[in-house]
């Protein structure tokens, strides 16, 4: 009886996370710097040497880079805000899906200081990169042209000025001049 009570239990989460790295041939070290922590805390985490993470961002990073859902540990509290994922950033998720790419893969891509900023964007904690060599990098991994990421960079940087301060409707010929300037230099 308790082996049939045994397969109907969910697995704990520091045997989850095991279980991925294996199946998925990811070394710990590279699961910690995706993730943003050290690799000494992992082996912690799969070995239950420390309570798993209760911290929301720890565990988002986790489901981001395993492609679940952060809910699927129990140590996740649900945040009272929404979390709002940006339209640029379904659109690099729906790219990542539909080329048959896993966040890991995906993440493998980068350079591996890189890889948290990355999972970052993925999870909707930070917005897609101003810095158009970065956004095209991100953009080359996934085969999207230049011209099909330009609307998420300028919309971004419209964001970033009118955050900043600036009336975009009373500066709209100045906001248009260098846009036009900006795709030139894209195309």
Not at 75 to 80: D, F, G, M, R
Not at 110 to 116: G, N, S
Not at 152 to 170: C, I, K, S, V
Request: proline fraction near 4%; hydrophobic fraction near 40%; aromatic fraction near 10%.
């Amino acid at each position: 009886m308790s082996t049939k009570s045994k397969a109907i239990v969910n697995l704990k989460s520091s045997e989850k996370v095991a279980n991925f790295l294996e199946s998925n041939h990811l070394h710990k070290k590279d699961f910690a710097e995706m993730i943003g922590v050290t690799l000494s805390y992992v082996y912690n985490l799969i070995d239950n040497a420390i309570p798993f993470s209760t911290r929301s961002i720890t565990l988002e990073r986790i489901a981001t880079v395993m492609d679940i859902l952060p809910e699927e540990f129990v140590e996740y509290k649900i945040p009272q805000e929404p979390i709002i994922i940006d339209e640029s950033v379904e659109f690099l998720r729906e790219r990542q899906k539909a080329k048959g790419i896993s966040t890991v893969q995906f993440l493998k891509s980068f350079p591996r200081k890189k890889r948290v900023e990355i999972v970052d964007i993925l999870r909707g904690a930070r917005p897609i990169p101003l810095d158009w060599k970065e956004l095209t990098l991100i953009a080359q991994v996934l085969d999207i042209d230049k011209e099909d990421i330009y609307p998420f960079w300028e919309e971004r940087t419209r964001q970033l000025f009118q955050t900043a301060g600036m009336n975009l409707q009373a500066n709209n010929g100045l906001i248009n001049a260098m846009f036009d300037c900006a795709r030139k230099y894209v195309d």
